[in-house]
């Protein structure tokens, strides 16, 4: 299986400030079609996980535009500029590339 | 885009069995591949199983093979998991995702499951 290992695991930061949070995969995401399958997930305090990004870089709909995923092969990264309130929650990395499909191990955003 | 709800939880024994649906509605159902992924209580998200859009292909996770089944009735627009030969450490939130590869677009709202005797 794909191991997905994120770092770090919990992620103080002070409003206004930007974070960052790294994803590494134990294989290369790149699919036989070409595509990378590496999404970021937010799930705020008693919620439905909710999708931010997809394909590495890929911003839903209705997500701000201070989330930004970037990365290739096995290194990936999500970052947060500005950071508010409304972004505390724990972030995930999930991976669609390979069965079975792997989630990261979730990183804690909090403010200082 | 659509909404996901999902049923069936509950309490139920080891050894038990438990039917989970998840409804689907606002989008064409039959088109999406769909998704299964849960939580244990203070735990991060761990993928189920997944089904296409015709119900000809299903993934499971190795732990689940052979006692979670997925199955999904377009004509209903209701993804379905069938879950087996419950174990304590089967306790958690069941979500269903609308797509598969790009980790679900949409999600549900959960539904609890608790094994324990």
């Known amino acids: 299986d794909v191991v997905m290992t994120q770092s770090p695991l919990s992620l103080p930061v002070t409003l206004g400030q930007s974070a960052s949070i790294s994803c590494r995969s134990s294989q290369s995401l790149v699919h036989s079609d070409g595509n990378t399958y590496l999404n970021w997930f937010q799930q705020r305090p008693g919620q439905s996980p909710r999708r931010l990004i997809y394909r590495v870089s890929n911003r839903d709909s209705g997500v701000p535009d201070r989330f930004s995923g970037s990365g290739s092969g096995t290194d990936f990264t999500l970052k947060i500029s500005r950071v508010e309130a409304d972004d505390v929650g724990v972030y995930y990395c999930?991976?669609?590339?390979?069965?079975?499909?792997?989630f990261g191990g979730g990183t804690k955003v909090e403010i200082k | 885009e659509g909404q996901l709800l999902e049923s069936g939880g509950g309490l139920v024994q080891p050894g038990g069995s438990l039917r989970l649906s998840c409804a689907a509605s606002g989008f064409t159902f039959s088109s999406y591949a769909m998704n299964w992924v849960r939580q244990a209580p203070g735990k991060g998200l761990e993928w189920v199983s997944a089904?296409?859009?015709?119900?000809?292909?299903?993934y499971y996770e190795d732990s689940m093979k052979g006692r979670f089944t997925i199955s999904r009735d377009n004509s209903k627009n209701t993804l379905y998991l069938q879950m087996n030969s419950l174990r304590a450490d089967d306790t958690a939130v069941y979500y269903c995702?609308?797509?598969?590869?790009?980790?679900?677009?949409?999600w549900g709202q959960g539904t609890t499951v608790t094994v324990s005797s």
């Open positions: 995702a609308k797509g598969v590869r790009e980790g679900g677009s949409v």
């Open positions: 999930m991976q669609g590339t390979h069965w079975p499909l792997t």
């Open positions: 089904i296409s859009g015709s119900a000809s292909t299903t």
